[in-house]
């Protein structure tokens, strides 16, 4: 197996193993719904933002300002193709669940479970041509993907998705990057030290969403593993296929072979809450998909790895 592959076989073992963490301390109440919902705004408007912020506090060179822009124009060709593509595979016969269908087959969990899995495996320079990606993402998910489960079209998704600390830590990132400013060291070190939470915290409450989805319940409905297929194997594979002949990086690739191979994001769920869709059939989705990643993950990556290497 490729080193690239069993770098990420350890960390989704290395992740996993706290999602069953997140998941018994769920379970025995050590955590209720409303401490996971706690937790997951934490990570979503602090800690994960300070680690994507943190990336940028490195030297610039070429390599990464193109791996960068190389990752933004892989993720608007394979969203591009996946919107698309999702009204084939998933059409309006039950319009409410295609919805969530749709929106769990295009939309990774990249951010929430890519970032730190990005770190773990690349380090702080994956973590900043992973940013290219993610901006693209949040563009997306926060105009297209709110429109499509909300129904609503307005100037405020868009707004919205300027303001969502994701993308105002990438835009101060850039900033302090390309001006040169540096942190000193202690207060790096301060904000290092809460960035590096990002995969325990990131985990615990993926674990205790998965229990408060009902695994249980989850597994027996048989259309969840259709829906996860096409996230985790089918679109995938497309996508890789459409980004294999850029004239880019191999460690790009991969970046971005991780991102949209990662299971669906945990944002589907909070956006079908919100408009008052089917949000149990979005958390199944979520939970059967988190826990299947764990094979298909590390295997997607072997074979990106092994083509790569072979043209």
Request: net charge neutral; glycine share 6%; with cysteine.
């Amino acid at each position: 197996m490729d080193g690239s592959a069993i770098a990420v076989l350890r960390q989704t073992v290395i992740m996993f193993i706290i999602v069953v963490i997140g998941a018994l301390c769920y379970k025995f109440k050590l955590i209720n719904d409303e401490g996971r919902r706690q937790l997951s705004n934490l990570v979503l408007t602090v800690v994960n933002p300070l680690l994507i912020f943190l990336s940028y506090q490195t030297e610039m060179r070429q390599d990464l300002l193109e791996g960068f822009v190389w990752a933004a124009v892989m993720a608007l060709i394979t969203y591009t193709v996946f919107i698309i593509l999702s009204h084939i595979f998933f059409r309006d016969k039950d319009p409410g669940n295609s919805t969530i269908e749709r929106f769990s087959v295009i939309y990774s969990n990249c951010g929430f479970m890519g970032t730190p899995l990005i770190f773990g495996v690349f380090g702080a320079d994956g973590v900043f041509i992973q940013t290219g990606f993610f901006t693209v993402f949040n563009l997306f998910v926060w105009t297209h993907g709110i429109m499509s489960i909300s129904g609503e079209r307005n100037k405020k998704t868009v707004l919205n998705a300027l303001r969502s600390p994701a993308l105002l830590s990438i835009a101060a990132g850039l900033i302090c990057f390309f001006l040169h400013i540096t942190l000193p060291d202690i207060v790096f070190t301060a904000l290092n030290n809460v960035a590096e939470m990002t995969t325990p915290l990131a985990m615990i409450v993926a674990g205790a969403s998965i229990m408060s989805a009902g695994l249980l319940k989850s597994v027996k409905h048989l259309r969840v593993y259709l829906v996860s297929a096409v996230k985790l194997i089918v679109f995938p594979v497309i996508g890789f296929l459409l980004i294999i002949f850029l004239p880019c990086s191999d460690m790009t690739k991969l970046i971005s072979l991780i991102e949209f191979s990662c299971p669906a994001a945990t944002i589907g769920t909070m956006f079908a809450i919100r408009f008052n869709k089917n949000s149990e059939y979005a958390s199944q989705i979520f939970a059967v998909s988190t826990v299947l990643s764990a094979v298909t993950l590390p295997v997607i990556t072997m074979l990106g790895t092994t083509v790569l290497e072979m043209i």
